[in-house]
Nanobody, 117 residues
Framework: QVQLVESGGGLVQPGGSLRLSCAAS????????AGWYRQAPGKQREMVAI???????NYADSVKGRFTISMDSAKSTVSLQMNNMKPEDTAVYYC???????????WGQGTQVIVSS
């Protein structure tokens, strides 16, 4: 069974940086896309950034220019570099990897990110 394990969350001051990483274990034949989502207390889970294996990316407007997603489909990893962080970035961040062609989609357990002085 495929498992995604996230790391890199924590506490950071406004304006600071964090890097989240996500690695898959258990054997994935092919990943089409990977992404990061987040859920703040009392809010719905929202897309932060997505990248496909052909390199196309999509970012939430709130993180454009500050966050960068990087996916390695061969290694089954995805990372999220977060710069110039703001208090409103505080949330639990989840990674997702999927391939609709083979009906595969898996989520990580989530990692807490807190932006506060």
């Amino acid at each position: 069974q495929v498992q995604l394990v996230e790391s890199g969350g924590g506490l950071v001051q406004p304006g600071g940086s964090l890097r989240l990483s996500c690695a898959a274990s258990g054997g994935i034949s092919s990943i089409y896309a990977a992404g990061w989502y987040r859920q703040a207390p009392g809010k719905q889970r929202e897309m932060v950034a997505i990248q496909t294996k052909i390199g196309s990316t999509n970012y939430a407007d709130s993180v454009k220019g500050r966050f960068t997603i990087s996916m390695d489909s061969a290694k089954s990893t995805v990372s999220l570099q977060m710069n110039n962080m703001k208090p409103e970035d505080t949330a639990v961040y989840y990674c997702n990897m999927n391939n609709p062609q083979i009906g595969f989609s898996s989520w990580g357990q989530g990692t807490q990110v807190i932006v506060s002085s």
